[in-house]
């Protein structure tokens, strides 16, 4: 399976844009990239996925380099909500089951 | 967003007693359940891939006498945790992916501790 690399740890003041980097060297064409994020004692949260174009939602963007070898989730203006743990996925698709390999993710924290 | 919920949230109990927890998706119909594990500052563990209507997939190395899932319906899975040990004492959290996407909803979580 494709696998991603995060800094372990990010910090960042309230208020200002965040920059999660991911690396996935060995990404295949039909994988799409994920992220996810868990604050503490809870399930993982949906935030973003994309295949090869930039993505927008109401929570996040998702910046993916020209190769599909790395990828950026941006965090527009960082609130005390936003810490937790955000993980990079690659999607496995087999069968249709369309899984999901959790790293160990980066853990931000927000400085108010 | 869809919603998915867990019951219990949190549960103790005797070694050796078994302990089923639920999975529900609440506002869409879901073929594919997926049951994780998580311990103390590590990430998640995917444990199987449940399909409604037939058996799940298990993950290697996840003993699937002891960990009985069942996907009886869009809406349903229930993972057993059958003869549990302080051992099987861990987070245990469903997602749900949505028929048409490729977005998987997590439930909130179920803490299991084992005595």
């Known amino acids: 399976d494709a696998k991603t690399t995060q800094p372990n740890s990010m910090e960042s003041n309230e208020e200002e844009p965040v920059h999660l980097p991911c690396n996935h060297s060995?990404?295949?064409?039909?994988?799409?990239i994920h992220w996810y994020r868990q604050l503490p004692s809870q399930g993982p949260e949906y935030v973003i996925h994309?295949?090869?174009s930039n993505v927008n939602n109401r929570m996040a963007s998702l910046a993916i380099a020209e190769d599909r070898k790395s990828s950026t989730l941006i965090l527009h203006r960082a609130t005390l909500r936003d810490a937790a743990v955000y993980y990079c996925?690659?999607?496995?698709?087999?069968?249709?089951?369309?899984?999901?390999?959790f790293g160990k993710g980066t853990k931000l924290s927000v400085i108010p | 967003g869809a919603v998915v919920s867990q019951h219990p949230s949190w549960v103790i109990c005797k070694s050796g007693t078994s302990v089923k927890i639920e999975c529900r998706s609440l506002?869409?119909?879901?073929?594919?359940m997926f049951w994780y594990r998580q311990f103390p500052k590590q990430s998640l563990m995917l444990m199987a891939t449940?399909?409604?209507?037939?058996?799940?997939?298990?993950e290697q190395g996840v003993e699937k006498d002891k960990f009985l899932i069942n996907h009886a319906s869009l809406t349903l899975s229930t993972l057993t945790v059958t003869s549990a040990h302080p051992e099987d004492s861990s987070f245990y959290i469903c997602?749900?992916?949505?028929?048409?996407?490729?977005?998987?909803?997590f439930g909130p979580g179920t803490r299991l501790t084992v005595l």
């Open positions: 997602s749900a992916r949505v028929t048409s996407g490729r977005m998987q909803y």
């Open positions: 060995t990404i295949s064409g039909t994988d799409y």
């Open positions: 994309g295949l090869t």
């Open positions: 996925i690659l999607s496995r698709s087999g069968a249709g089951s369309y899984q999901l390999t």
């Open positions: 506002d869409f119909q879901a073929t594919t």
């Open positions: 449940s399909n409604e209507g037939s058996k799940a997939t298990y």
